[in-house]
């Protein structure tokens, strides 16, 4: 079966809930990371208590409580990156044994299309967790890099240049934030994704569903509106 006839097993609805997928994956990570001033996400908001938290530890003495914080936080980068790479291999798997996978959805009487489709399906859920292990695994090592440059903050906070190791510091841990979110945001899309073995418009209401949660978290949850009230204080 060549590429052009595989392609015609999936219909209209199907390109349009795959783009609707892809684009409700970018355009939801834009609208976060790039909200505007007068209405910030709280991912946004974070990077101001980030940035406080390194200038804060330049006084604190001795240094062991951030420390805790920054090894708790790479435990969780490790946690789901371990989860991550459990998944792919689960799906990869799957992939190589569909028959089962056949076998369910007679039983459930959905599609009966062949096994191709399925794989598809399939593979297009594990570029999102891949691409979330890609995003945890790199977050790991920016908090890394950050402890690293924790450790190299100056004690006298007269030396010239503590206050510059810290904003380095705080870059370090910002990035690594970010990165850690974007592996989130895509672990919520691919467990959305799954929906498409239901169907198209099954996979377009997940896709709709996972929108309002990541909004709804991101812009109009009780956390946001704690932090909105420290910023306004």
Known sequence: ??????????????????????????????????????????????????????????????????????ASLRQGTS????????????????????????????????????????????????LFVTNAFLKFVWSHRLFGYCAVTMAAVPNDIEDPNVLLRADQAADLNISAAKSFNRGMRSLYFALGGLAWLLGAAALILATLITLLVLWRREFASDSRRALMKSAQS
Do not use: C, Y
């Open 79 to 126: 946690f789901f990156a371990s989860a991550s790479m459990i998944a792919i291999g689960g799906g990869l798997a799957l992939v190589g044994n569909t028959e089962h996978l056949l076998g369910l959805a007679r039983d459930l009487s959905l599609d009966t299309a062949p096994a191709v489709v399925w794989e598809v399906k399939l593979l297009a859920v594990l």
């Open 1 to 70: 079966m060549d590429i052009l006839s595989r392609i015609h097993l999936f219909g209209f609805l199907d390109s349009l809930a795959v783009a609707l997928w892809l684009l409700g994956w970018v355009g939801i990570g834009l609208a976060i990371e790039r909200a505007p001033r007068h209405h910030p996400s709280v991912s946004v908001l974070m990077v101001r208590f980030r940035r406080e938290w390194m200038r804060e530890m330049v006084t604190r003495q001795p240094r062991i409580f951030d420390a805790s914080i920054l």
